[in-house]
Nanobody, 124 residues
Framework: QVQLVESGGGLVQAGGSLRVSCAAS????????MAWFRQAPGKEREFVAA????????RYADSVKGRFTISRDNAKNTMYLQMNSLKPEDTAVYYC?????????????????WGQGTQVTVSS
């Protein structure tokens, strides 16, 4: 099994920056693609960004493109999401996900492992 633990969430003003992290443990050798999703109150969980095993392939939701950057450090078994120019509509619980596959999917159903989430709140 793989365990994922998010950290780094918090309260930030609009226009500010925040970096959230996802630490993986367990059978980390089985992880390939990883991703960030988010879920706001009353809304479905939505894709934010994904990254391949090598980090050479990334993809982003249109709503965060140019503002968020996904990265990973395989030596530390950790993935990051740098969030800049934050907006109130970015407020959500941010979840990291992982799968034993090479594709950087935007579908929640394609990911096998999930963290518990970290709250990000952007005030206006």
């Amino acid at each position: 099994q793989v365990q994922l633990v998010e950290s780094g969430g918090g309260l930030v003003q609009a226009g500010g920056s925040l970096r959230v992290s996802c630490a993986a443990s367990g059978r980390t050798w089985s992880i390939y693609a990883m991703a960030w999703f988010r879920q706001a109150p009353g809304k479905e969980r939505e894709f934010v960004a994904a990254i391949s095993w090598t980090g050479g392939t990334t993809r982003y939701a249109d709503s965060v493109k140019g503002r968020f950057t996904i990265s990973r450090d395989n030596a530390k078994n950790t993935m990051y999401l740098q969030m800049n120019s934050l907006k109130p509509e970015d407020t959500a619980v941010y979840y990291c996900a992982a799968v034993s596959a090479t594709v950087t999917s935007a579908l929640t159903s394609d990911y096998r492992y999930w963290g518990q989430g970290t709250q990000v709140t952007v005030s206006s």
